[in-house]
Each structure stands twice: as C-alpha cells, then as structure tokens.
Nanobody
Framework: QVQLVESGGGLVQPGGSLRLSCAAS????????MGWYRQAPGKQRELAAT???????NYGDSVKGRFTISKDNAKNTVYLQMNSLKPEDTAVYYC?????????WGQGTQVTVSS
C-alpha cells in the first residue's frame, strides 16, 4: 500500500553535491514524519536526517552541517540535499516513514563518493 521511491543517487567527487528525492504515494504525506537513512556494506543502518509533519528536523552527527532535509507537501516528496560529500558518505540511502509503529522503506538509491 505505502510506496516510497527514491531517486537522485549516483557517483560524485569528494566535495560534490547530490540531491536525493523520495516520492511517496498512498499515504497522507503531510501528517507523517519522514526520514533518510543510509547503510554501507557491512555497516549498521544509520540515521541521516528526519523531518516531522510540522517541519522540525533532526540530523545524524555524521552529516550535521552538510545535509539538509526538506519536503514539498504538494508534491508528496521529501528531499535530502547533500553537500560537501565525503567518501565515508558512500552508502545506499533509504527513505523511511513510520505509520502506527510500522516502518516503511523505499528500495534505496546508491550514493558513491569517489575520485
């Protein structure tokens, strides 16, 4: 029922930027918190950023100051603007929402930061 589809990943140089998008469908997007998480091979999935229905944001320590989460309720889309990218940011990035204590995830989009 709930569908989250990420896009915008790719290969970028260190110091470069990417903007990820997550298009949500079949949910009341404006009333749910949304988040971006990332997972590198062999590593735990970790929080990148979250945004509440009211627009309050939270960031993981590793990305704070470099990434910005935002949303467009009219487009039912949440974004993750990633600046000053580092090789350690390389991971699959997943869009997430939690509805009635159940987590929903997108398919993920690969971000690779390499020269």
């Amino acid at each position: 029922q709930v569908q989250l589809v990420e896009s915008g990943g790719g290969l970028v140089q260190p110091g470069g930027s990417l903007r990820l998008s997550c298009a949500a469908s079949r949910i009341f997007f404006s009333i749910y918190a949304m988040g971006w998480y990332r997972q590198a091979p062999g590593k735990q999935r970790e929080l990148a950023a979250t945004i509440t229905s009211s627009g309050s944001t939270n960031y993981g320590d590793s990305v704070k100051g470099r990434f910005t989460i935002s949303k467009d309720n009219a487009k039912n889309t949440v974004y993750l603007q990633m600046n000053s990218l580092k090789p350690e940011d390389t991971a699959v990035y997943y869009c997430n929402t939690k509805i009635r204590a159940v987590d929903y995830w997108g398919q993920g989009t690969q971000v690779t930061v390499s020269s």
